[in-house]
């Protein structure tokens, strides 16, 4: 069983639609966080959230909405998708403390291409 | 100046040949360093994590960090052509405890 899981796994949309990817987590861990990768551009992080109540911007946020449903549950919202949005999108969660803390676990990735 | 900088141009090695990958990065802060390893379109795994000075050893993997030059570098011994991938250096923020990922160094490996 995928401790990380994204959902949808690919995704092709139109300009101006909204849409949602999701992300859940079974390791336990308080961290989650949202990047996005182009190609030759590495990974750029969008949005992160350390716990529950707690949502922080990162480098590319503009254009971008997150909400942490639950532990486990971290969303990422386009509102009003672009074609420069097209990219894979991951998520990844970490531990604050215990042995493997700050490691982060990566999902399988979503393939967002918006038209 | 970049926080990570990686030459991701294509690094081409025999097989059986050692592997070597470099990274420098800009916050003097960081206090820990992870090497990820992916492969094209996949996600990134975590091949392993170093803090400390010197060199750190995981099987056919070796870690080497210098923190007053700001440099780590991964050596991949015994090269095999299943270690063609893309390796990402990310070391960890001293100030707000998040991974800063560099471009990556692709290797190819050549049988």
């Known amino acids: 069983d995928a401790d990380v899981t994204q959902t949808p796994r690919n995704r092709i949309t139109k300009t101006g639609k909204r849409i949602m990817l999701e992300c859940s987590q079974t390791k336990g861990h308080d961290r989650m966080y949202w990047y996005r990768q182009d190609p030759g551009l590495g990974l750029q992080l969008i949005y992160y959230?350390?716990?529950?109540?707690?949502?922080n911007k990162g480098e590319i946020s503009d254009g971008y909405s997150v909400s942490r449903q639950a532990q486990a549950k971290f969303s990422l919202s386009l509102e009003s998708a672009i074609p420069n949005q097209t990219a894979l999108y991951f998520c990844?969660?970490?531990?604050?403390?215990?042995?493997?803390?700050?490691?982060?676990?990566f999902g399988p990735g979503t393939r967002l291409t918006v038209l | 100046q970049k926080e990570v900088e990686q030459n991701s141009g294509p690094l081409s090695v025999p097989e059986g040949a050692i592997a070597s990958l470099n990274c420098t990065y800009s916050?003097?802060?960081?206090?820990?360093f992870f090497w990820y390893r992916q492969y094209s379109g996949k996600s990134p795994e975590l091949i392993m994590f170093?803090?400390?000075?010197g060199d750190k050893e995981d099987g056919r993997f070796t870690a080497q960090l210098n923190k007053a030059s700001q440099y780590v570098s991964l050596l991949i011994r015994d090269s095999q052509p299943s270690d063609s991938a893309t390796y990402l250096c990310a070391p960890l923020s001293g100030g707000n405890n998040r991974l800063a990922f560099g471009k990556g160094n692709q290797v190819v490996v050549i049988p």
């Open positions: 170093i803090y400390s000075n």
């Open positions: 990844a969660t970490s531990n604050s403390g215990g042995p493997h803390q700050n490691e982060q676990f």
């Open positions: 916050d003097r802060g960081s206090q820990s």
């Open positions: 959230s350390f716990d529950v109540k707690d949502i």
